[in-house]
């Protein structure tokens, strides 16, 4: 039966997006409280199940590379019945590594498929979109391997490079702005929204 979304609703859904702030704040139980059991995300670094994700994160965590991300408020699309949304949201990665003496500000945005089950708004697909990148030098000016950089699509060649020289290898295309894989993600990700309940 169809059911008109509320504020409530989508306050839950924003409180999702900028639940971001726990892989920042390593608050991993948090974390993982974001995403319904099965979920998955799609990331330069990750690909995967997300309880593996909050795990990596950890051991992420754990290295020299510290991040922050920026969330803005989400775009929200609810599906006839009111028991799925698709939320795209603008969010600015901040990543630093101090033994690098090297950072980036990484523009994205997430697409999420999110659901309601049992009362209970939260994730259950995460990828991204690339918009642009650009390195950031906390200690002063410091060498980048251009020849690198290039290997990767301008809109996060900064991000790449940083995470490949941490150790966390970026090791396929992922979708950038316009991009023919940012149209299969919105047009995947809004059949799902379409389809029953279950399906």
């Known amino acids: 039966m169809p059911t008109t979304p509320t504020l409530q609703d989508r306050q839950d859904i ?21 995403f319904h059991p099965g979920a ?21 965590a754990s290295t020299g590379l510290r991040t ?15 028991t799925r949304a698709v939320a795209e949201t603008n969010a600015v990665i901040v990543v630093e590594n101090g033994s690098l003496g090297l950072g980036c500000n990484g523009h994205n945005r997430f697409i999420d498929r999110v659901e309601r089950r049992d009362g209970v708004w939260r994730i259950a697909d995460r ?7 650009t390195f950031t030098f906390p200690a002063g000016v410091t060498d980048v391997d251009d020849k690198v950089v290039a ?15 941490s150790g966390f290898p970026v090791e396929r295309t992922f979708a950038t702005q316009g991009s023919e894989l940012e149209r299969q993600i919105k047009d995947s990700a809004f059949a799902w929204l379409s389809a029953e309940a279950g399906a």
């Open 68 to 82: 922050k991300h920026l969330i803005t408020a989400p775009y929200v699309t609810f599906s006839a019945d009111g």
């Open 151 to 165: 290997k990767y699509p301008s809109e996060y060649g900064a991000l790449a490079y940083l995470l490949d020289q």
């Open 40 to 60: 998955r995300i799609e990331i330069t670094w990750f690909e995967g199940p997300a309880a593996d994700f909050v795990d990596a994160s950890a051991r992420m």
């Open 127 to 133: 990828k991204s979109v690339y918009d642009f990148a």
């Open 14 to 34: 924003a409180d999702l997006m900028t639940g971001w702030i726990h892989r920042d704040q390593a608050r991993w139980d948090r974390l993982r409280d974001l």
